[in-house]
């Protein structure tokens, strides 16, 4: 069974040209994003990504 929060958690993002899904875990209060590696290949420090939340992107 997939919970709410898991649901919640759960975001469309895209790197360039790639597009892929993502989750968000805390670690020690800080909130990360984990994603496949291919989506976000060759991705460096200050590059941007955006995340979709009910259809609208964020960066």
């Known amino acids: 069974m997939i919970t709410t929060n898991v ?3 759960t975001f469309r993002i895209k790197y360039g040209e790639n597009t892929g899904t ?11 994003i984990a ?4 989506v ?3 991705i460096q420090r200050k590059d941007t990504i955006e995340i979709f939340h009910e259809g609208f992107g964020r960066h």
Do not use: E, N, P, S
């Open 35 to 38: 994603t496949a590696r291919h």
């Open 22 to 32: 993502c989750f968000t875990i805390d670690v020690d209060d800080r909130q990360y």
């Open 40 to 42: 976000v290949d060759g």
């Open 7 to 9: 649901l919640q958690r």
